[in-house]
């Protein structure tokens, strides 16, 4: 699922230095029985990436973020 970069204002959300979020996601949503030894708790979620900020963003960022 596109995402969508609202601290750059484009499509690219694999930037930053912080990968945090993508792995938390990524282990949450681990698809069940992917033959790597692990499943999230919602393995049949389809995760769509939102970037805000590399560490500070503004509400206005927020709230755009979470009407997308």
Partial sequence: TGGWDFHQND??????GNPHGGRVAGMLAARIDNAIGGSGIAGRATLMPVRI???????????NALRY
């Fill in 11 to 16: 499509n690219n959300v694999n930037v930053g």
């Fill in 53 to 63: 900020g590399e560490g500070q963003y503004t509400s206005l960022t927020l709230s």
